[in-house]
């Protein structure tokens, strides 16, 4: 069976530097996939990739075969369809990530209609209303209808990155990029939008590629990871395997680094 | 229960006094405008009275030079500007946002050359360049009037246009945006345009004042609507020979074209005030 997203020597030119250099790894369909390294490893810059939607001054080479298509290179309108159909992404600041002039229930429900008009062939205000608080109720944010007529200044960062979450639900894609979705948010917040972004992916069976610098964070979402650092991909393999027995010092560091501040916070190693 | 409103209006305006005072103002004259489609105190081509009357009761405003009524002059006056603004406006704002719009997309070469064009166009005066278009034109009439003041609007409205969609076209959530699947259309209807519509409305309103005075000085240098239409211009043209002797007659255009564009000035103020939500802080 062919992956859902099978990347080849990806390699990514901004500004005479090479930012992501020769990155292969594949995600296969419900498989759930981790990208680490610290900040200005690359690791946006491969999403942005796979989403084709990197600016025309940075140059894409390699292959990015997403559910069939081949993304680097080919036109952007062809793009588009593949776009909230095969991928939708969830981003690190949740509050530059909405429009700050449209109604959040707005925002939600502009991608729930293009998803119903395709898979019905029509979308009813109603059925789009329904299921825009559907999705406001399943990210878990309280009074709905509220959150629906408010603007994102108007709700909490953490209740504005369940809004961005439910926008990415709202496509049913099949990979989920979430680039640092935790980020911005505080430790407790942090906490609950990984519970629930590991549940909604669980239940929906859809694809992740989970983008973080935090360790223990990603260790608990995905099954795979790649270490990367300065665009190079140090290791890959099983959660377990690439924690445990780290086979690059860099990888070491970070692990290292995790249980250090596991400790300050008086947790014990799991 | 699961009443959900997804339409696009804003949300209601905030009290403001500018916003109140600069619609009043501006309100007055459009019901002054669409009355005297219907009616006039007097007949505004004929003597109704002596020549350069002072005012009195039954000619508030005194009459000019043939005796016709002051007050209904004004009141035409302020019908033409009103249409004066309004078409400048409306020409400014379709050329103007549709370039501005297709500038912010453009390749870096084009994009340049319009920029350029822009500035070198923008750097002609208003009324320089109206000038010449109405002098092109066979006759001055109040359409080619309008035609050149919204053609020297819509560079202005273009340059802004494009630096604000460029702008709003950087920032993350038009990524995110497109990353659920919308066109670049449909980036430039659902986002684009409702984030710069704020400013660009605010502009819309000065320029329309700057249309009214621009107008009323082509008139004044008999560049503008030709007789039957009154244009406050061609009045203070008219009275500029009797300035001292019925002074009204240049005091009370003047005071209806100070009102018209301060008010017009304040309603702009008004909407920068409530056209933003994220501004709006009073829950
Ligand atoms: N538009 C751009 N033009 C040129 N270089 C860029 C551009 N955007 C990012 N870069 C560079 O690309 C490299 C990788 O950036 P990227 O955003 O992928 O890092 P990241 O791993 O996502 O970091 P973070 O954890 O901070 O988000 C960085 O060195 C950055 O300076
Ligand atoms: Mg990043």
């Known amino acids: ?270 | 229960m699961t009443s959900l409103d997804l339409s696009t209006d804003r949300p209601a305006r905030r009290h403001s006094l500018s916003l109140s005072i600069g619609l009043a103002l501006v309100g007055l004259n459009v019901v002054v405008a669409i009355l005297t489609l219907f009616w006039t105190p007097y007949d505004p081509l004929n003597a109704s009275g002596g020549r350069l009357e002072a005012p009195s009761w039954l000619h508030w405003v005194g009459t000019d030079r043939l005796g016709r009524d002051y007050l209904t002059q004004i009141m035409i006056g302020a019908r033409t500007a009103l249409i004066v603004g309004t078409g400048a406006v409306a020409i400014g704002a379709s050329i103007g946002v549709t370039l501005g719009i297709l500038a912010a997309f453009a390749t870096r070469l084009l994009d340049d050359v319009m920029a350029a064009t822009l500035d070198i166009l923008i750097a002609f005066p208003t009324l320089l360049l109206a000038m010449l278009v109405v002098a092109a034109s066979d006759s001055a009439s109040l359409w080619s009037a309008i035609l050149a003041l919204g053609l020297a609007i819509s560079a202005i409205v273009a340059r802004l246009t494009r630096i604000l969609a460029k702008r709003v076209l950087r920032q993350d959530y038009i990524i995110a945006s497109r990353t659920s699947g919308t066109s670049w259309l449909g980036v430039v209807a659902w986002h684009v345009l409702p984030n710069i519509w704020p400013t660009l409305s605010v502009n819309f309103a000065l320029q329309f004042g700057l249309a009214v005075i621009a107008e009323a000085s082509l008139s004044y240098l008999g560049l503008g609507a030709p007789p039957p239409n009154a244009s406050w211009g061609r009045l203070l043209q008219e009275a500029q020979g009797t300035v001292y002797t019925a002074p009204v007659g240049s005091i009370a255009p003047g005071i209806a074209l100070v009102a018209l564009v301060i008010g017009m000035n304040l309603f702009a103020d008004g909407l920068r005030d409530v056209g933003d939500p994220t501004r709006r802080r009073s829950r």
């Open chain 1, 1 to 270: 069976m062919s992956a859902l997203l099978s990347v080849q020597g990806l390699t990514v030119r901004a500004g005479g530097k090479t930012v992501v250099s020769d990155l292969s790894f594949s995600i296969g369909s419900g498989e759930r996939m981790g990208l680490i390294g610290e900040s200005g490893s690359g690791k946006s810059m491969t999403a942005m990739a796979i989403t084709g939607l990197l600016p025309p001054n940075i140059s894409v080479t390699g292959s990015i075969v997403l559910d069939g298509q081949e993304i680097v290179g080919t036109e952007d309108k062809h793009l588009n369809r593949l776009r909230g159909v095969a991928t939708a992404v969830v981003f690190q600041e949740p509050l530059t990530a909405l429009d700050p002039l449209m109604k959040i229930g707005k925002q939600i429900a502009e991608p729930v209609r293009r998803r119903l008009q395709r898979e019905q062939g029509r979308a009813s205000r109603q059925a789009v209303g329904r299921e825009v608080l559907d999705l406001l109720d399943k990210v878990a944010l309280p009074q709905p209808e509220r959150i629906a007529n408010a603007y994102p200044h108007e709700v909490s960062g953490g209740q504005r990155q369940r809004v961005a979450i439910a926008m990415a639900l709202a496509c049913r894609p099949k990979l989920l990029i979430a680039d640092e979705p935790t980020t911005a948010l505080d430790v407790t917040t942090q906490a609950e939008i990984l519970k629930l972004l590991d549940g909604l992916v669980r239940e929906t069976g859809m694809a992740l590629l989970f983008i973080s610098h935090d360790l223990p964070v990603v260790a608990e979402v995905v099954q795979r990871v790649m270490v990367l650092r300065d665009g190079i991909a140090l290791e890959e393999g099983a959660v377990i395997d690439v924690f445990a027995n780290p086979s690059h010092d860099y990888t070491q560091t970070l692990v290292d680094a995790a249980r250090m501040f596991d400790e300050a916070l008086g947790r014990t190693g799991s």
